[in-house]
């Protein structure tokens, strides 16, 4: 087996070399190269302690030196470098009580979480393959290094992390390995809401995002995704739907770019069906008022889940008007753009898109067409520059000011009144027109 290292790499592990340490490789960018996939970042391991590190190289930063690691500049990219250590004993199933550095190669391997995580590779020595790694790779196997209990009782987080590689790189969970997750799926509660939501989030963007069903089938989803259970368990009888609101979420999922905001948002869509449920004498289900409790119930989940404003707004907005369905005229479009705001509605078309393969084939040539038909309205909307905010009108408060509204919440009034008006007939969106209406309607 031969990995290409990248120029910057070899060099790191030459110098350490040549100070008489040894220095590999090691750990994804290992297993990405295998797998023949361009690795995002190099780590490098090596029997050097911190402070020799350090000695070999002129740029350095400390940055988890208590863990060993040193990041080193190298032909202007950044490296880390960790010191072999072992893992002192788990007390509390998330953090060794402290870190032990050692000489040996094959201890440091062992702490590490899955086989195919735990190779390491230079050109003096080529692989080390201590456990199988390569011939899991080939079988497309996610399996613990050792025993798995031990290593799910040391680190909870790790049962999450054999999901996400198993949706990353589309692999099986060895059986032993599935069943101790199964086991001890309870234990993740000890892990914080940041962990969990980094794993989380790379599941869900990756090539796989279906693998979010064996988060619920392991028990996982339950300690901290309940939300996520009782979608799993709501079938919804309506013609328009073939699957359970679970079932139903993944092909939406799957529909849509792999990207934060926009699987976030196919994830939390339906949220509020299981609460909102209503069947009616035939046997028909209905989930009246879903996308605005959907969009407050999502707000709180990603709060829980310790996401960024910028992210949790981006979803709230997806998912509070998933649902709207206005027959596609240039007016209704741009009413539509006006409430969810521009920059939203290409996500919005495609999240609406993703739903629509979402659900059975009754109608769906028909549904699709329609929302080509708001596309193309918005997308012209768009080059005819259109208004569709305040901030697109053809006056500003400064005129409404002017025009001897005193300061206050009329100013807003007005403006709205207007942006309503031009909504209408974007003809108005004329300077003198809308100064005579502000004349006209102060007076009132
Ligand atoms: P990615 O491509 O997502 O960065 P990665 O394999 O590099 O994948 P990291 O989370 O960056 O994953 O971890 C780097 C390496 O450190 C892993 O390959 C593994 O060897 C080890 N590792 C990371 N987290 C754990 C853990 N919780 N328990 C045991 N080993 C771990
Ligand atoms: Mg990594």
């Not at 031969?2 to 040894?22: A, Q, R, S």
């Not at 692999?171 to 000890?190: H, N, P, Q, R």
């Not at 990756?206 to 089938?217: G, L, N, R, T």
């Not at 609460?275 to 996308?291: R, S």
């Amino acid at each position: 087996m031969h990995i290409v290292l990248p120029d910057p790499v070899k060099k790191v592990i030459d110098i350490l070399e040549k100070n008489g340490h040894e220095a590999y490789a090691v750990g994804g960018c290992v297993r990405d190269s295998m797998m023949g996939k361009k690795p995002h970042d190099w780590d490098v391991t090596t029997s050097a302690l911190p402070a020799e590190v350090k000695a070999c190289f002129d740029r350095t930063f400390d940055t988890g030196i208590e863990h060993g690691t040193v990041t080193v500049r190298m032909y202007g990219e950044s490296f880390e470098v960790t010191t072999y250590r072992v893992d002192g004993d788990y007390e509390d199933g998330r953090h060794p009580k402290d870190v032990t550095f050692t000489a040996s190669l094959k201890e440091d391997l062992k702490r590490r979480d899955f086989t195919i995580n735990a190779m390491a590779y230079n050109e003096t020595t080529g692989l080390v393959d201590l456990f199988g790694g390569a011939e899991d790779i080939s079988s497309g196997i996610i399996r613990c290094v050792g025993d798995p209990k031990e290593r799910f009782m040391e680190d909870a987080l790790r049962m999450l992390r054999a999901l996400r590689f198993s949706a990353q790189l589309d692999f099986m969970i060895e059986e032993a390995t599935l069943s101790a997750i199964k086991e001890l799926s309870g234990t993740l509660s000890k892990i914080s809401a940041e962990r969990i939501t980094a794993e989380m989030i790379k599941l869900i963007t990756s090539d796989h995002p279906e693998k979010i069903e064996a988060v619920y089938d392991t028990g996982l989803s339950a300690i901290f995704f309940p939300e996520w259970d009782e979608m799993m368990a709501t079938p919804q009888h309506h013609r328009h739907h073939c699957y359970d609101v679970g079932h139903h979420t993944i092909e939406v999922m799957k529909h849509v770019r792999p990207d934060k905001v926009m699987r976030l948002a196919a994830m939390l869509h339906d949220v509020a069906k299981p609460v909102c449920k209503k069947t009616d004498p035939h046997g028909e289900d209905h989930f009246v008022g879903h996308p605005q409790l959907g969009a407050d119930m999502s707000r709180d989940i990603l709060r829980r889940f310790k996401l960024d404003n910028a992210t949790i707004d981006g979803v709230t907005v997806l998912v509070r008007h998933h649902d709207e369905r206005p027959e596609p005229t240039k007016r209704n479009v741009r009413r539509l753009t006006s409430r969810v705001g521009a920059d939203h509605m290409p996500g919005l078309l495609e999240l609406k898109r993703a739903d629509v393969y979402g659900q059975s084939e009754y109608k769906r040539e028909e549904k699709l067409a329609e929302l080509d038909e708001t596309e193309r309205l918005f997308d012209e909307i768009v080059s005819d520059g259109e208004c569709v905010r305040v901030a697109d009108l053809a006056v500003t408060g400064k005129d409404v000011i002017a025009a001897g509204v005193p300061k206050g919440p009329e100013i807003g009034r007005i403006l709205k009144k207007l942006l309503d008006m031009v909504i209408e007939d974007p003809a108005k969106n004329d300077r003198e027109y809308l100064l005579a209406r502000i004349d006209e309607w102060k007076k009132q």
